[in-house]
């Protein structure tokens, strides 16, 4: 287990519930879907969207946000909220997919697309995975594949309004194929690296890939 992500108190219970799900195995129904079929196995459709998180939620203004894009690139680039939204704006509508069984579809996301910060950024060679870092701690990692994909965005909108932080705002990862644990909220970094480090999740039973169609939720 990592001793550099915060043990709060008040989120201990969920944490150690959420382990105890990844030892359990609950949720499996040991049935892939394929794709075109829209609802993930094991999965259920909400309307609302449930709030997740480790139960702290860093309080950032816009105007004191901060986004590091380094590591294995050929240019370190530092957005404060003005140089974000001065980027081209993206928009996007996918589906959410939580490991606890909820999804939610039809998000209309806007902000900057994945693709965008890679071609400002230019990941060298090496460059292989992606960690996400955020303003409470956490942490997730994903392949440079699945960050440098169509509908991966880092998000500032939802259904034309501002991101509320409670679900991550000002800025959070969206990166709808995978479940919704790899979707960062509060992103303040992103690495680029040559090998790969689990995250906050991954370190404690979750997959370290997540598809929801093959049922990638623990490790
Ligand atoms: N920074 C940060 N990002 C995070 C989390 C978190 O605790 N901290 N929780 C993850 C999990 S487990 C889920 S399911 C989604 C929940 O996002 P939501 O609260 O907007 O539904 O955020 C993910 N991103
Ligand atoms: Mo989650």
């Not at 965008?116 to 090496?126: A, K, N, T």
């Not at 995975?129 to 998000?155: C, E, K, M, Q, R």
Request: aromatic share 12%.
């Amino acid at each position: 287990m990592a001793d550099d992500t915060p043990e709060h108190p008040a989120n201990a219970k969920l944490i150690a519930s959420k382990q105890q799900w990844a030892r359990d195995g609950r949720l499996l129904t040991g049935a892939a879907a394929p794709r075109a079929q829209r609802l993930p196995p094991g999965q259920r459709e909400v309307r609302n969207w449930p709030v997740l998180d480790l139960g702290v939620q860093p309080q950032v203004p816009a105007d004191r946000w901060e986004l590091r894009i380094d590591g294995l690139v050929e240019h370190p680039t530092t957005w404060n909220w003005a140089d974000f939204r001065r980027q081209p704006p993206f928009q996007d509508v996918s589906d959410i997919h939580c490991v606890t069984s909820w999804s939610r579809y039809d998000n209309h996301w806007e902000g900057v697309s994945a693709r965008h910060i890679l071609e400002v950024v230019r990941p060298l060679p090496e460059a292989r995975h992606v960690i996400f870092h955020s303003y409470d701690g956490y942490t997730t990692n994903v392949a440079l594949p699945v960050f440098d994909d169509a509908d991966v965005l880092l998000a500032h909108g939802w259904e034309g309004e501002p991101i509320t932080t409670d679900h991550g705002g000002p800025v959070r990862v969206i990166i709808p194929k995978f479940y919704f644990w790899k979707s960062a909220k509060w992103v303040n970094r992103i690495e680029f690296v040559a090998e790969d480090r689990p995250g906050f999740w991954e370190e404690r039973g979750y997959h370290n890939e997540g598809d929801p169609w093959t049922e990638q939720r623990y490790s």
